[in-house]
């Protein structure tokens, strides 16, 4: 099933589409000249519309609205502990080579911790995250998160961890098996707004009291209705189809 599922994955990329179309096209081409031309032009019109942002936009804005925004300064005392979700940091394979903690574009993952327990400091922070890659080396999502963590001086004590997980659905069936963990209880669960609802649906179908509190929001303001970037969009496709294609497959699956 994780073999599948990054498969699926590898599938949400939209300019991968483009370039199996155009490699179609060209092949066709030789045998079958008129069908291999309407091809080509069509993996030509899908990469011009892959550009038009407002679309993907409006999916990942659906995502991200779901659940209401935290304030940093929010009183948090109804909770015993926070679980963060990985995904915030850069690959094993980069972080195996630097003593520093190294981000990625969804660094308020990692980093909303803190806010919250400067203003609430009996809360308890779980960090959940393997490693996620098929052919991952170096250090796991966890260790990553430690680096950071112990930079900015908290111990050991402070943050539990959970280094085997390697999807959303296995961040919540192995941290509820965490010593001293119990997921009936109330905790929050931090991770990116549009990732949220995929997130909540798993952790609740897993038993967990939880109440989100989405970080990494990535839409809002009025609509610019003539965005256009094909880099942009690619990218604001690949995240919209990522999520949306996860929430029906953890659905079929029964996952939530």
């Known amino acids: 099933m994780f073999f599948i599922s990054k498969v699926i994955a590898l599938l949400t990329q939209p300019l991968l589409w483009v370039a199996m179309l155009l490699l179609a096209g060209l092949l066709l081409q030789a045998r079958w000249p008129r069908t291999g031309l309407r091809i080509t032009w069509a993996a030509l ?22 659940y209401t925004e935290f304030t940093p300064q929010a009183d948090l005392r109804g909770y015993v502990g926070v679980v963060v979700l990985g995904g915030a940091t850069e ?3 980069v972080q195996q080579v630097h003593t520093q903690p ?8 990692i980093t909303a911790p803190l806010s ?15 490693e ?18 112990e930079s900015v001086g908290w111990n050991a004590g402070q943050v539990q961890y959970e280094s085997a997980s390697r999807n959303t659905y296995e961040n919540a069936v192995l941290s509820a098996q965490l010593p001293g963990v119990d997921k009936t209880q109330a905790w929050l669960l931090v991770t990116s ?4 609802p995929r997130s909540m649906g798993t952790f609740i179908k897993a038993g967990w009291n939880v109440t989100a509190y989405p970080v990494d ?17 690619a990218s604001r496709w690949e995240q919209a189809l990522h999520e949306w294609v996860g929430l029906l497959a953890y659905r079929v699956t029964g996952r939530m």
């Open 102 to 109: 190294l981000f990625n574009g969804a660094a308020e993952r």
């Open 45 to 66: 019109a899908l990469m011009l519309f892959v550009g038009w942002m407002p679309l993907p936009e409006l999916l990942i804005r659906h995502l991200e609205g779901q």
């Open 116 to 130: 919250m327990l400067r203003h609430n400091p009996h809360l308890r922070v779980l960090y959940t995250g393997g």
């Open 193 to 196: 707004a549009a990732h949220m």
């Open 91 to 93: 690959s094993g394979r």
């Open 132 to 149: 996620g890659a098929l052919m991952g080396i170096g250090p796991s999502e966890a260790d990553r998160a430690r680096v950071f963590y």
């Open 217 to 233: 929001y990535q839409t809002g303001g009025p609509m610019d209705w003539f965005s256009y970037s094909l880099l942009g969009g």
